[in-house]
């Protein structure tokens, strides 16, 4: 499931409370005790604070009893006119309708039967401004009452701040019990004030997969295919525009007995009672072609069935069998989907895992939304309730309350997967749907609708437009994303080691002489970028992961432990760049080379200037960087943008951090850029020390080039294998004003970074670092 979620932050309750302020604005709208006693049991000086705060912000408290060895029995509340009891058995619990916290939840029926645990509490009060919110009966087999009507016990009260202007919620248990947890979301709105809401309406889209496909008497009978319209209709009076919606596969179109193939002809007599969608025609999983033409070829085929039989062909919508090559992406599945299908939006269960399901998310990849898919425990194997595991006890549970109820709750948008063979036999996934919605309705006062999957794909991106960008992780890091990965893409391996640059500050010589060790493989040239993939940032990301692995190929000799690096000197400040590194690259390390950032930003410039740009042509440095304190938005936006690439970058600290908050500082390694340029041989010996690499004599292979003025590759006694044209070249000096002004701009970061790297402590600092701030201005 997809947790819809609101902001929260965790304390751990101590000497002092955490601020509650900022700018006299209250950072929070509700405060959540998981232990109730730890507020009870506050000093004064805490208690005061806090309580003004709630007060003067008119901010609401929950709280939880939580379970105790001690057993209380009318045991006053500290401070509070109200009694206890602990430690109690109770059952049969039912909801104050007349409460004004309900909203999500509905006061219906009792929920019959005994609750979880033995450790509840119960309130009682003698003052008009507690409203008890739940209820609950003591067990009659732990508490024999002789038949003796007993009154209800409060299990969860309100406080309605009449002694002391603060509104509480007050639980005698925890979230175990079901009904507490739509409580609790209830709470938040209610105490503040809307704020904390969660949207009503929820979509419930449920996929039927492998029509015509299974195995003789396992599929659908005439009857089946009745009960199955009997049922969609009496669930469309409960959800308007509920369809089931059908994926065929027409391959194994009668397949089945004489009675299964006749109920194949009844769903083909009845093709407009349902919504259609795509499967493969033989059912194949699509990663396991590796030829775009075959692949469209047996679309076509399905496609045909659908034309022959009279089944809609334009839902926009597919589902791989198995999941297969939706993710990990399968380049030519996209691609044959569009071609034969247009096909606008598909469903997954594996992005980014499978489990947890509460994680599952979204994205869009080639113009083709995927949505994330819910199970419901309904497999092609349960086909009997003996075949679900724990029973039709454990099946009501998810039903009343449990897993499968709260799927529908927490999400705005729910896809269902479900097979063919759940809806013969025992018609498991009838009863559990039409039960789940009934269990719905009387517990909830969600708006249940269902509309087609194209709507409920534009719907989620809005939704969630921070998913629409996907993050690729390392299919063979998941067993199951293993599975449904084209085998010849595992001939690949992937980098150990990103150079992140920034750019001029020397990583093209870092990339020649780490390319230099034996036991070091780089990347592929990229056709457009040259030695710089340049892919975690930028649109090649969105080319997706088989064309990053084709920049790695493995040779016939390799193994799969062969020691791969690529370095993109743009990855450095990217923004989106560490975390989309590490979800592929987790155990990479990682290489960046500082220098003076003023001199960087100055480099850049002569850099941009010596290629042809005509703002840098037109604009002189002192221009391009004044303007940081007087842009304004008449400016050229080019301008604008070469100010951002001088400067950005040169914020060391702040890209640093954003890259430590992915990796671990073991998997850092910062090079003195000055130190690579002057003596790259001590570096070069440092670096493979750290990366474990076996020892490569650089003393032997690299020498000072006096023509040049740099280090090089040697090549024979008498030559040398240098940088190009562009490498080295010499630029007249920065200018006095440019040179004083960013002295001012940067110092505020060189601080932050000698901070950071003291915390670091693997580093000396640079002396360029100690000259920029012993500079006063």
């Known amino acids: 499931m997809i947790v819809m979620s609101v902001w929260y932050k965790v304390e751990v309750a101590g000497k002092s409370l955490p601020v509650l302020t900022n700018q006299d604005k209250g950072r929070y709208g509700v405060i959540v005790f998981e232990n109730l006693d730890k507020y009870l049991n506050m ?68 929920a019959w039967g005994p609750l979880p645990g033995n450790d509840w509490a119960i309130f009682q009060h003698n003052h008009s401004g507690y409203e008890p919110l739940e209820w609950a009966q003591k067990n009659v087999m732990d508490y024999p009452t002789d038949g003796v009507a007993q009154p209800p016990l409060a299990t969860v009260l309100q406080d309605h701040g009449q002694l002391d202007g603060i509104q509480r919620i007050l639980f005698g248990s925890g979230l175990k019990f079901w009904l507490h947890r739509l409580l609790f979301l209830d709470s938040l709105s209610y105490l503040s004030h809307g704020q904390l809401s969660l949207n009503l309406e929820r979509r419930i889209l449920i996929d039927i997969d492998d029509i015509f496909v299974g195995e003789k008497g396992t599929r659908l009978k005439p009857d089946d295919v009745h009960a199955l ?18 994926g065929f596969s027409g391959k194994y179109f009668h397949h089945g007995t004489h009675e299964e193939n006749l109920g194949d002809d009844m769903l083909l007599r009845n093709v407009g009672q349902f919504n259609w969608f795509s499967h493969m025609w033989n059912h194949q999983q699509p990663h396991l072609y590796d030829n775009v033409t075959q692949l469209m070829n047996d679309m076509m085929l399905n496609k045909d069935f659908a034309k022959e039989h009279g089944i809609p062909s334009d839902s926009g919508y597919s589902v791989s069998p198995h999941h297969s090559g939706v993710y990990p992406a399968h380049e030519l599945l996209y691609t044959a989907w569009k071609k034969v299908w247009n096909i606008k939006v598909t469903s997954t269960e594996e992005y980014p895992h499978l489990r947890p399901a509460r994680l599952r998310r979204g994205f869009i990849h080639r113009n083709i ?106 299919p063979a890091d998941d067993p199951r994303h293993a599975k449904i990965w084209a085998g010849n893409k595992r ?57 990053y692995l084709n920049f790695f190929p493995l040779q016939p000799n390799d193994t799969d432990d062969k020691f791969m690096f690529e370095k993109s000197a743009t990855y450095f400040d990217g923004e989106l760049v560490p975390k989309r590194a590490h979800a592929l690259l987790p155990k990479a390390q990682l290489v960046t080379i500082l220098i003076s950032p003023a001199k960087r930003a100055y480099s850049w410039y002569q850099h941009i200037k010596a290629h042809g740009d005509p703002i840098a042509n037109n604009y002189s440095f002192y221009q391009v960087i004044v303007a940081v304190i007087t842009a304004s938005e008449a400016e050229p936006k080019a301008l604008r943008d070469l100010r951002n690439r001088c400067l950005n970058p040169g914020k060391y600290a702040q890209h640093l951090e954003r890259w430590l908050a992915c990796y671990p500082q073991q998997q850092l390694y910062i090079i003195d850029g000055e130190q690579l340029k002057s003596n790259p041989v001590a570096v070069m010996n440092d670096l493979q020390r750290f990366l474990k690499l076996p020892p490569f004599d650089y003393s032997r292979h690299l020498r000072f080039d006096n023509k040049k003025g740099f280090y090089c590759q040697v090549v024979s006694d008498n030559r040398n294998k240098c940088l190009g044209k562009s490498k080295g070249r010499q630029y007249p000096p920065m200018d006095d004003r440019s040179a004083k002004m960013l002295q001012k701009y940067y110092r505020i970061h060189n601080q932050a970074l000698v901070k950071l790297l003291k915390k670091l402590g693997s580093r000396p600092i640079p002396q360029w670092l100690k000259e920029d701030l012993s500079v006063t201005s």
Request: net charge neutral.
């Open 43 to 110: 000093d004064n000086w805490n208690r005061q604070l806090l309580d003004k705060y709630c007060r003067d912000y008119s901010v609401g408290i929950i709280g939880f009893v939580s379970p105790s060895e001690e057993t209380l029995v009318g045991a006053q509340l500290r401070g509070f006119p109200l009694y206890v009891h602990t430690n109690l058995r109770l059952r049969d619990a039912s909801l104050n309708p007349g409460s004004p916290v309900l909203r999500l939840t509905r006061a219906g029926d009792t």
């Open 229 to 246: 319209i009997a049922t969609q209709n009496r669930i469309g009076e409960m959800v308007p525009g509920f369809r089931f919606n059908l």
């Open 369 to 474: 939304m995927v949505l994330p898919r819910q199970t419901c425990g309904l497999f092609t194997h349960t086909i009997c309730i003996d075949s679900y595991p724990g029973g039709r006890d454990k099946l009501d549970e998810s039903i009343r309350g449990g897993e499968l109820f709260q799927t529908i709750v927490y999400n705005p948008i729910n896809i269902f997967m479900t097979h063919m063979s759940n809806y013969g036999n025992d018609r498991l996934a009838l009863y559990t749907f039409e039960s789940v919605i009934k269990f719905l309705r009387c517990w909830t006062n969600l708006k249940l609708t269902s509309v087609p999957p194209l709507q409920l794909g534009e719907l989620y991106f809005k939704l969630h437009p921070e998913e629409r960008d996907p993050i690729w992780g390392n």
């Open 491 to 547: 001939r690949t391996t992937l980098p150990k080691l990103l150079g992140l640059g920034p750019q001029k500050t020397g990583s093209t010589a870092f990339y020649t002489f780490l390319s230099m060790h034996p036991a070091v493989a780089s990347n592929l040239p990229n056709s457009d970028t040259f030695e710089e993939i340049q892919f975690f940032n930028g649109n090649n990301y969105y080319r997706g992961l088989d064309w």
